[in-house]
């Protein structure tokens, strides 16, 4: 099975955990958004109070996490956040 790269954007609670505002990561070809947010987790089991209600953008649009990655695609991880 063949890897991609994709770029990960991280935001709130993923970029505190991570200490990064983006990573790439190397996957398997044909790995759905949601492995992604999936493998953040595992690396940092802090975030998984976010796993239900983190909401997926690739490429400037919003997806669902089942949608499939391409290639030199750009992930976003969007929890929820609180501003004042």
Same mark, same amino acid.
């Given at each position: ?17 991570? &200490? *990064?505002?983006?990573?790439?990561? =190397? ?6 958004? $949601? @492995? ?20 997926? &953008? *690739?490429?400037?649009?919003?997806? =669902? ?6 290639? $030199? @695609? ?11």
């Amino acid at each position: 099975m063949s890897a991609i790269q994709v770029t990960v954007k991280l935001f709130a609670a993923y970029q505190e955990a991570y &200490g *990064v505002p983006e990573m790439v990561l =190397e996957i398997p070809k044909d790995t759905p958004v $949601g @492995d992604v947010r999936d493998r953040l987790i595992s690396g940092h089991p802090e975030l998984s109070k976010w796993r239900e209600v983190t909401r997926f &953008g *690739v490429n400037f649009n919003f997806v =669902e996490p089942d949608t499939l990655l391409q290639d $030199g @695609d750009e992930v976003v991880l969007i929890p929820p956040v609180s501003g004042g």
